[in-house]
């Protein structure tokens, strides 16, 4: 889904481990990428307060145990609620869900880093890459002051979303570049998945993920523990 609805949800910034962030990021260090493809919910700004009350208010409308949706953080919306409701009423309810998500966007935040890792890189080397819908991203972003970057990929834009690679691989196709040579930032283990298929590096946060959930090739606290040089070869990212 486009953000973790688990009602009992940990808080948006998991402490990271306590190792250096330098050796943490051995297996980017010296590398160049043509491209920074980020997630934006969990990675760069914290919805949880609006996935939770609305994810919740929709289960409890439809008499769903909230528990059970759990475990799908990062997972577009469709495809969690068809496991939850007859084909014949998702439409009904990904309208619903997305009704409530749209009319909340009190308590969205930018997490620790974002904006300037963001702002760190020029247009042809930045994307986000969201579970979202189009409307869903632009008002979370809106209402975050997040400064977004022209490439936005939504879960409109795909035929099906992460763990998928299709969103990643889009990403990179829109800013003309190799997936194999782009760094995904990630907090969730479905969008890791989706990454990897693409064949991306891949940097991931413990926003909302404990450190031994996320398969990557380097795991930080957040965005603030890192920072991006840009040179004629690409991107690096180094210890903040």
């Known amino acids: 889904m486009t953000r973790s609805a688990t009602p009992a949800s940990a808080p948006a910034t998991v402490p990271a481990t306590a190792a250096p962030t330098q050796s943490l990021l051995a297996d980017l260090a010296g590398r160049r990428f043509e491209a920074v493809l980020f997630d934006m ?15 919740v208010t929709w289960a409890l409308e439809r008499g769903i145990d909230p528990k059970r949706l759990e475990d799908h953080h990062g997972v577009p919306a469709a495809q969690v609620v068809r496991g939850l409701v007859p084909e014949a009423e998702v439409e009904a309810a990904i309208a619903r869900i997305n009704a409530l998500e749209l009319a909340d966007v009190e308590g969205i935040t930018v997490l620790p880093g974002a904006m300037e890792a963001v702002a760190a890189l020029p247009e042809a080397r930045r994307a986000i890459v969201t579970s979202c819908v189009a409307p869903l991203a632009a008002a979370r972003i809106a209402a975050s ?46 969008g890791l998945v989706s990454a990897r298929a693409a064949g991306a590096a891949t940097l991931a946060v413990t926003t909302t993920s404990p450190a031994d959930q996320l398969h990557a090739d380097a795991v930080i606290g957040t965005l603030a523990d890192v920072r991006f040089e840009v ?10």
């Open 145 to 190: 002051g997040l400064l977004a970057p022209s490439v936005v990929v939504t879960a409109d834009d795909v035929p099906t979303g992460k763990p998928d690679p299709a969103p990643y691989l889009l990403g990179a196709r829109r800013l003309g570049v190799d997936p194999a040579g782009c760094l995904v930032v990630e907090d969730a283990p479905s």
């Open 231 to 240: 040179d004629a070869d690409g991107v690096r990212v180094v210890a903040a």
């Open 41 to 55: 919910d969990g990675t760069l700004i914290d919805s949880t307060p609006v996935v939770v009350r609305s994810w």
